[in-house]
Nanobody, 119 residues
Framework: QLHLVESGGGLVQPGGSLRLSCAAS????????MGWYRQAPGKQRELVAA???????NYDDSAKGRFIISRDIVRSTVYQQMSSLKPEDTAVYYC?????????????WGQGTQVTSSS
């Protein structure tokens, strides 16, 4: 099993920055990809950014140029540096990890962390 613990959310003024962290613990064979999703009230959960085991990255258009996803292999942690935050970035952000276990490929989710951009 792979467990995820997120941190780093909070309230920030528009134009501000936040850094989200998500640490994985437990046991797994390998991690295929790590990513961040968000869900705003009344909306579906959407992918914000993802990074693969080969360090390829993928960003939603809304995040390009403002957010940076990175990972620390040793600490099994994925980060998302968010800059120039806008009110429309307000959402609960969820960490996701796709990993390989004994029986195949699995998805694990973090508990979610609230990000609010408001004056």
């Amino acid at each position: 099993q792979l467990h995820l613990v997120e941190s780093g959310g909070g309230l920030v003024q528009p134009g501000g920055s936040l850094r989200l962290s998500c640490a994985a613990s437990g046991s797994w064979f390998s991690i295929n990809a790590m990513g961040w999703y968000r869900q705003a009230p009344g909306k579906q959960r959407e992918l914000v950014a993802a990074i693969t085991s080969g360090d390829s990255t993928n960003y939603d258009d809304s995040a390009k140029g403002r957010f940076i996803i990175s990972r620390d292999i040793v600490r099994s942690t994925v980060y998302q540096q968010m800059s120039s935050l806008k009110p429309e970035d307000t959402a609960v952000y969820y960490c996701n990890v796709r990993w390989n276990g004994v029986m195949g490929e699995y998805d694990s989710w973090g508990q979610g962390t609230q990000v609010t951009s408001s004056s």
